[in-house]
């Protein structure tokens, strides 16, 4: 049991390059996000899905996009880099209790360090 | 939206002392709290959540209170230790459909031996 694994770790791009960041998880988990770490900011999300096939936007989201074709993969994409998202981007991953209406834990993976020059 | 304030931003003890850090919050339906304890590096871990129906939850040398009518919870870390050492975050979240956390912007927590 990997839990949420991210790739690649480390990527160093060019302005206006485009890349996709990978997020897996393999605890069927239904919720899945995506956040981004900056220096004295927390974790802000980016964007996040509640089940395969549906995303939609968080607090910092433009600049990306983000798909969810399989319910273990949540994708975020940069189609044109800018310096302002260098960054150390976090997914996560979660179970929802939707009759209960109560959050669970989110699982976290180990980053991916992305700087854009 | 929710918006979570998270004070000291730094926290240095001595080995052996208590640390506690506190968070306000400012959507009263907020009803999920958890703390995620990052070391230089490495990915956020759950160390311990608390939900609103209950004011104190503690897991061995760790615990949270929440005071629902003040908006506010607090971490409290007894007998210190320096793996202690790391930046802790708050979040809240007010359980609606899409479950989204609002996360503090972190406390460093130094631990001195």
């Known amino acids: 049991n990997a839990g949420v694994t991210q790739t690649p770790k480390f990527r160093v791009l060019k302005t206006g390059q485009s890349m996709t960041l990978l997020c897996a998880q393999d605890?069927?988990?239904?919720?899945m996000y995506w956040y981004r770490q900056d220096p004295g900011m927390g974790l802000r999300l980016i964007h996040y899905?509640?089940?395969?096939?549906?995303?939609a936007k968080g607090e910092v989201p433009d600049g990306y996009n983000v798909s969810r074709l399989k319910k273990q993969n949540f994708l975020l994409g940069l189609e044109s880099a800018a310096p302002s998202q260098t960054s150390v981007y976090f997914c996560?991953?979660?179970?929802?209790?939707?009759?209960?209406?109560?959050?669970?834990?989110?699982?976290f993976g180990d980053g991916t360090r992305l700087s854009i020059l | 939206g929710e918006n979570v304030e998270q004070h000291p931003s730094t926290l240095s003890v001595q080995e052996g002392d208590s640390a506690v850090i506190k968070c306000t919050y400012s959507?009263?339906?907020?009803?999920?709290f958890p703390w995620y304890k990052q070391e230089l590096g490495k990915r956020p871990q759950l160390i311990i959540d608390?939900?609103?129906?209950?004011g104190e939850k503690k897991d061995q040398r760790i615990a949270v209170t929440l005071n629902k009518t003040a908006k506010h919870f607090s971490l409290h870390i007894t007998e210190t230790q320096p793996e202690d050492s790391a930046v802790y975050f708050c979040?809240?979240?007010?359980?609606?459909?899409?479950?989204?956390?609002?996360f503090g912007k972190g406390t460093k927590l130094s631990v001195k031996p």
């Open positions: 959507d009263s339906a907020s009803n999920y």
């Open positions: 605890m069927n988990h239904e919720y």
């Open positions: 608390i939900r609103s129906n209950v």
């Open positions: 899905s509640v089940g395969e096939g549906t995303t």
């Open positions: 979040a809240a979240s007010n359980g609606g459909s899409q479950g989204n956390l609002i």
């Open positions: 996560a991953s979660s179970y929802f209790i939707r009759n209960q209406g109560t959050n669970q834990p989110q699982h």
